[in-house]
């Protein structure tokens, strides 16, 4: 009935005995962090915001060049604020943050869209009544 309990114990003794735990600060370098996201999202998309109003409203350049420059600063304001701010706290997951703040901002557009959408519809079919 009894167990032997010896088998998870190193062969140089019972105190060099890893546990899971030893390893979350090495882990804890390599994972994207929410607040970085967050913040990366929010200058991509005030740049991309500020990028369209300056060459549209302010400069009077047609459409096509403004989405191109609205774009442009919207991937730079994304890019260089993910990468300034995980190289201000240390974070080693630049990339990652940078990947999670565009998969943020591709997940609210698409949200945005279908609520539009779902607007549009409601507003057509309470039109047509």
Do not use: H, K, W
Request: glycine share 14%.
């Amino acid at each position: 009935m009894a167990q032997n309990f010896s088998a998870r114990n190193s062969p140089q003794g019972p105190d060099d005995f890893v546990l899971p735990d030893d390893y979350a600060p090495e882990l804890e370098e390599t994972r994207p962090s929410l607040p970085i996201i967050l913040i990366s999202s929010a200058c991509g998309i005030a740049g991309g915001v500020v990028g369209l109003y300056v060459t549209y409203a302010g400069l009077g350049l047609p459409v096509p060049a403004s989405v191109f420059v609205a774009v442009l600063g919207l991937s730079l304001g994304l890019g260089a604020s993910g990468a300034g701010l995980s190289a201000l706290t240390g974070s080693r997951a630049a990339v990652a943050n940078i990947v999670f703040s565009c998969g943020l901002i591709l997940a609210s557009f698409l949200f945005l869209g279908l609520c539009m959408l779902l607007g549009a519809v409601g507003a057509t079919l309470l039109l047509t009544r």
